[in-house]
């Protein structure tokens, strides 16, 4: 089945330990691309990638990292997390053409105390 | 810059119809796109638009008019179902990049 996965799920901790959200994809997509979305905000976007060691800041980068070392794998890393950085995350996947629509992962709610 | 503005909440009858409007600005267009969210699931795919006038799938129907910065999504014969939010998304820009609008929540009532 064609799909985005997120993990985790849901992670509560504590400001400034270091935490890793996963995101793989089994389409082949060239691009990839994290956001958050925040209540009256909309999906804002964080980091993208176009392909293999090619990312580059979306919107709302400040506090965040990304790596692309496989095609399939694109992983958020919050190296000191804080609270601000409480939100719901979406991972999703796309063919570089510009009328393809991106494909969602389920989404990780994160909790920063 | 881009800007994309959307009514904040609708509510409908189950079995008419609703529009939900999307009007933009913004200094480049290749297209828009209207996605689906039911509340705490991942946004999904509806309709694209790049070309003025109506695309119809189904019981959804998305309309561009690009000259005047405008977009609605019309659904037809609704279904309790169809209660989640609708996202608008402006395609700008020389990669895949998204701009979102906030979103439409939809509540659609017996």
Redesign the interface.
């Known amino acids: 089945e064609a799909q985005v996965t997120q993990n985790p799920r849901y992670l509560i901790t504590v400001t400034g330990k270091k935490l890793t959200v996963t995101c793989s994809q089994n389409m082949n997509h060239e691009y990839m691309s994290w956001y958050r979305q925040d209540p009256g905000l909309g999906l804002r976007q964080i980091y993208y990638s176009m392909n293999v060691e090619v990312t580059d800041k979306g919107d709302v980068p400040e506090g965040y990292k990304v790596s692309r070392k496989e095609k399939r794998n694109f992983p958020l890393i919050l190296e000191s997390p804080s609270p601000n950085q409480t939100s719901l995350y979406f991972c999703a996947s796309s063919l570089l053409a510009s009328n393809q629509p991106q494909h969602f992962g389920d989404g990780t709610r994160l909790s920063i105390l | 810059g881009q800007n994309i503005d959307q009514p904040?909440e609708m509510t409908a009858t189950e079995g008419a119809i609703v529009q939900i409007n999307c009007t933009y600005q913004t200094s480049g267009f290749?297209?828009l796109?209207w996605y689906q969210q039911h509340a705490?699931?991942?946004?999904?795919?509806l309709s694209?638009n790049?070309l003025d006038g109506l695309e119809e799938k189904g019981r959804f129907s998305s309309f561009l008019s690009r000259s005047k910065g405008y977009s609605y999504l019309l659904l037809k014969e609704l279904q309790m179902k169809d209660s989640a939010s609708y996202?608008c998304?402006l395609?700008s820009g020389g990669?895949?990049?998204?701009i979102?609008?906030?979103?439409t929540r939809l509540a659609v009532h017996p």
């Open positions: 904040t290749n297209g796109f705490g699931e991942a946004p999904t795919f694209y790049v996202l998304a395609h990669y895949n990049k998204l979102f609008g906030a979103g």
